[in-house]
């Protein structure tokens, strides 16, 4: 019986909550898993939305499972499952049939792929979406990418299963090709730099002013009652106040400084050099992840070089430093995500909505916040002006930049590693200083290769030396 409105691949942490999610706002769905007992044992345990739901045990079985024109999400690991899915599908499939990657692709890979649908079909969506576990259980946000029309299509189903922000869902259409996850890995920069920025609070607070994870969890949950408030900052205080049920210690003292990855902001870092788009804060997040897994090298410098943290004297930072700086940083963090969608539009002659991803940004994924109403509102009011120029952030940041300053420095005089926040402290510098010392860069420049500089006080490209010798 083709009667499921959709079908799903890929019943792992985010498929099978997503499947549930669908069957629950009343859609029937046809479900495959490689392994097949998944399948199985995730249809016994679906509870009253079983009725709801297709379980089958082959893709034969998945696709006449669909009524036509099918529409099947994948929702399985990026890169070559993704290829291998598509593969194994298009025999089953008809060319106006639909395949939705919901995972996180890198976007070259899903604008490959978009290519390849439009000369051989089936028709084929990229879908960034956001929430982890929870969020595409009940309701993430969704960032789609492709034809507007295949987008329509879904959209019902979509925006019914989408986080919903005072009614309106927070998912929308990014535009063509990889747009959509384009618009996701961008989000998981954000995600690397707003958690790192975080992690480099809650060090100050552990290594600099000797506070245990209790006191820094409730320091973090008193700033999420703030401007701070978001999703990252309410899990921070719940992961810093838990205790492990084994030894009765605080989870984070006995969880491994080494950060895993599964290459969404590294992607992100990597575009960003492609597009020549300045993301210090993310590219910071980055480095910092790979950094954390050199285990046995900081082990060795610190035998080496002694330990780095020192305690700060009395009163140094209070927690109002630091929550003043991260709201600092957040602004600048935020503001250099946007920058990097709209300087992707020219080459990838795309027309991404700002102002709609920020809405799209509101509820549902794992960077939502409240600042994210504003970024809208600010993106809507002048859509290629930095979100740090626009008056209410730029009035944030007068009042806050002092409080980034003083915890940058304060830490980087007592050994304390805070490279996000301190990237942040330097974009701010640089993009408040309408002379800075490039024309340096360009002397050096000419001096060994003849390239030539513009000068300050007449027009022209080409100037040259002499130099003196
Ligand atoms: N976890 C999260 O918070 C988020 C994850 N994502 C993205 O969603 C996608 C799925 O992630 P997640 O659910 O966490 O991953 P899981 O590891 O929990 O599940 C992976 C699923 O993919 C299947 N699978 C793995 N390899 C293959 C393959 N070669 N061919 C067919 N099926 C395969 C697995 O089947 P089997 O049971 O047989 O192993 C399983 O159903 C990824 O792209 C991830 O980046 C996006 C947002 C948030
Ligand atoms: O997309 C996500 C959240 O938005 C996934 O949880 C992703 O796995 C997070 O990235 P990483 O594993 O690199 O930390």
Known sequence: ???????????????????????????????????????????????????????????????????????????????????????ALRPYLDADDLIIDAGNANFH????????????????????????????????????????????RVAPILNAIAAQFEGTPCAGFMGKGGSGHFVKAVHNGIEYADMQ?????????????KL?????????????????KSYLIEISGKVARTADPETGAPMLDIILDRAGQKGTGRWTAIEAQHLAAPIPVIE???????????????????????????ALPDGALSA?????????????????????????????????????????????????????????SALSDAPDRNLMFAPFFADLLKAHHGALRKVVSTAVAHGLAVPALSMAL????????????????????DFFGAHGFERTDREGKDFHGPWAM
């Not at 997040?285 to 610190?302: C, D, I, K, P, Y």
């Not at 309408?434 to 050096?444: F, K, L, P, W």
């Open 284 to 310: 910071a997040a980055v480095m910092a992840r790979n950094l954390s897994s050199r285990l046995e090298a900081r082990a060795e410098g610190e035998d080496l070089f002694g330990t780095g943290p020192e």
């Open 426 to 445: 330097s974009y701010f510098d640089t993009m408040r200083t309408a002379r800075g010392t490039a024309n340096m860069i360009q002397g050096q420049r």
């Open 197 to 209: 920025m975080i992690a480099e609070t809650y060090g100050v607070m552990r290594d600099g002013m």
């Open 1 to 87: 019986m083709s009667h499921a409105q959709i079908g799903l691949i890929g019943l792992g942490t985010m498929g099978g909550m997503l499947a549930l999610n669908i069957a629950e706002k009343g859609f029937d769905i046809a479900v495959f898993n490689r392994t097949t007992k998944v399948t199985r044992s995730f249809h016994e345990t679906a509870g009253a939305l079983a009725p709801k739901i297709t379980p089958c045990e082959s893709l034969e079985a998945l696709v006449q499972a669909i009524a036509k024109p099918r529409a099947i999400i994948l929702m399985v690991p990026a890169g070559e499952p993704v290829d291998e899915q598509i593969a």
């Open 320 to 376: 109002e430093d630091l929550e003043h700086a991260m709201i600092a940083g957040k602004i600048l963090c935020y503001a250099q995500g946007f920058e990097l969608l709209r300087a992707a539009n020219a080459p990838f002659d795309w027309a991404l909505p700002l102002p709609e991803i920020a809405l799209v940004w509101r509820d549902g994924c794992i960077i939502r916040s409240a600042m994210l109403d504003d970024m809208a």
């Open 212 to 228: 245990g994870a209790t006191e820094c969890g409730e320091i973090f949950a008193k700033w999420d009652e703030g401007v701070l």
């Open 109 to 152: 890979d899903t604008e490959r792929r978009a290519a390849e649908a439009e000369k051989q079909g089936p028709r084929f969506l990229g879908s960034g979406v956001s929430g982890g576990e929870e969020g595409a259980r009940h309701g993430p946000a969704i960032m789609g990418g492709g034809a507007r029309s295949d987008w329509d």
